[in-house]
């Protein structure tokens, strides 16, 4: 068979495969790593492995790139590996690293597809590279967006790419930087880097929820070293998750049990809204979020029994950090393409999780905006997070086909409704640019189909001094005017939810100028100031030293 004919024992579109369960110190009774089975989708593979969207590249002793063939010469379906005897292949069988690689990128870019209804393209419509092993400094682990490249060095000879939740941190940026592309372009403002730090965290974070064998084996390790049995978890769940790797990225990276972060070992600092490091500026989005997963968990042991044994605890604990990932991963959908920050976040998770879950019976957003305003971002009355009381009264002219015939229908859409046009408060002579107008479906919890068409809107463009001043923006130099909006519409054609940045809003854009000079004191109110972009790259990477220090 030469691996372009399918053959016939391919075992359906999905397989089993198995990874590394959160990372390589995470070990079960055996004394292996731990490890669990993610389901991935069924494609044709060549030696690399190689997919239709996904490159990893795993290297020899001697540096050089091995050609990995992981289908048995099928071409097809992955063999998947078994371990030894002991935890030594693990880490240094270069067939496993890559099948774990291939697994976990595939099941992180899954996630994110079921539940948003569609297709995702990363950055440029380009093959994601994972260079699983590069011979890198850890500190310069990360992904760039130059040419959509995930590469991991190694931390005292261990693959980093081991670590799960490090890996599905990168590959959220991946699918961000694809997703939402004008969140880390050269018009991009700090809110919009922390974003996808607060994002990729919380990705990292919650995959380790998707087994509930996984969430009970952490449950037990983090009694262990709280000197109880799993029996008394009640009253003790609060101090043994804060130790376990439940809720710390990358636990005992370092060792001696530090990772990365723990969002919810402290409260996060009281200036993080207006830090200038990409990290400590998510950090209250973070453990607002991880606060609720905490907060909802308890609900939902307070029941008689709930604590009885380990089991219980970690199946409770998984179907809450499951359906809170599935609300933040909506909630994307929801968010505007420009100029977005926390209250548009919490505002896109609230607002798409009400579209699949109307009645919210176990109160998960009312714990979510009430975790969020501790923190200090508000979630205002839930009759404004659909965003549409000031646009009822709109033109259909074109029906619901004027979602299937492409931007430019999009556009005299927007200019023959005046409600839009004065919400957007657009400039006439210029262009309105749609970065897409795609229809998805997703399914709720309680398994009804929801199909919407959402549409990115966006004007931006840069005023010399003289045309800002005559706008009523205080500048001496050009400024970046820039503004949009996130449409959505149901499968009737008729608009359900709008967020929208105002483009000639003047205080809007003078908040925004005058940010943008705090942020880059070099730069001023240059719009795009040259290396602003990489400054926050290179802030990402540091993460890393500052960790191990």
Not at 93 to 117: K, M, W
Not at 522 to 538: E, N
């Amino acid at each position: 068979m030469d691996g372009n004919e399918r053959p016939d024992h391919t075992g359906g579109e999905h397989q089993a495969v198995t990874i590394i369960a959160e990372g390589p110190t995470t070990r079960g009774d055996d004394g292996l790593p731990l490890t669990t089975q993610v389901r991935i989708p069924t494609e044709r593979l060549l030696p690399g492995p190689v997919g239709a969207r996904l490159e990893v590249v795993v290297r020899g002793q001697d540096g050089d790139r091995l050609a990995l063939d992981l289908t048995g010469g099928t071409g097809w379906r992955l063999g998947d590996w078994a371990a030894g005897g002991s935890a030594a292949p693990f880490v240094s069988d270069p067939g496993f690293l890559a099948q774990h690689v291939y697994g976990v990128v595939s099941d992180t870019l899954s996630t994110f597809e079921r539940t948003l209804g569609r297709r995702i393209s990363w950055s440029g419509g380009r093959r994601l590279v994972v260079d699983a092993d590069a011979d890198i400094p850890a500190a310069e682990t990360g992904y760039r967006n130059a040419d959509c490249r995930i590469a991991l060095g190694r931390q005292e000879g261990i693959p980093l790419a081991l670590y799960r939740d490090l890996l599905v941190h990168e590959v959220t940026h991946a699918v961000l930087a694809g997703y939402r592309p004008r969140w880390s372009d050269r018009w991009a403002m700090l809110d919009q880097f922390s974003l996808h730090e607060a994002l990729a965290d919380l990705m990292a974070l919650l995959s380790v929820f998707s087994s509930e064998e996984v969430v009970q084996r952490l449950i037990e390790v983090a009694m262990r070293r709280d000197d109880g049995p799993a029996a008394d978890a009640a009253g003790r769940l609060d101090a043994a998750l804060l130790r376990s790797g439940l809720f710390g990225l990358a636990d005992d990276l370092f060792g001696r049990g530090r990772g990365l972060r723990s969002p919810l070992a402290a409260a996060p600092p009281a200036g993080w809204r207006t830090s200038l490091e990409p990290h400590a500026r998510a950090a209250g989005i973070v453990h607002a979020v991880m606060e609720t997963v905490l907060r909802l968990w308890n609900d939902r042991l307070d029941v008689p029994g709930g604590h009885s044994n380990a089991y219980l605890v970690a199946s409770a604990g998984a179907e809450v950090g499951l359906h809170l990932r599935g609300m933040l991963v909506r909630g994307l959908a929801y968010m505007i393409p420009v100029d977005a920050g926390p209250e548009d976040l919490l505002r896109g998770i609230l607002a798409g999780d009400q579209t699949v879950v109307p009645d919210d019976p176990r109160g998960y957003r009312r714990t979510l905006a009430a975790c969020f305003a501790e923190v200090g971002v508000p979630a205002g009355d839930d009759a404004t997070w659909m965003g549409t009381a000031d646009l009822a009264r709109l033109e259909y002219a074109f029906g619901n086909g004027m979602l299937d015939a492409g931007p430019e229908e999009m556009v005299r859409f927007v200019w023959n409704n005046s409600a839009l046009t004065s919400a957007l408060a657009l400039d006439p002579s210029r262009g309105l640019a749609i970065d897409g107008v795609r229809t998805s479906t997703r399914i709720s919890p309680s398994g009804f189909a929801v199909t919407e068409t959402g549409a990115s809107l966006v004007q931006e463009f840069v005023a010399d001094a003289p045309e800002a001043r005559a706008l009523g923006v205080a500048t001496e130099s050009p400024v970046a005017f820039r503004g949009g909006a996130l449409l959505r519409f149901d499968d009737g054609g008729r608009l359900v939810f709008a967020s929208i940045k105002p483009v000639l809003d003047i205080d809007r854009q003078q908040a925004r100028l005058d940010q943008l000079r705090r942020e880059r004191p070099t730069g001023g109110g240059d719009p795009g100031s040259a290396g602003f972009r990489d400054r926050m790259l290179a802030l990402h990477a540091r993460r890393w030293a500052g960790a191990q220090r």
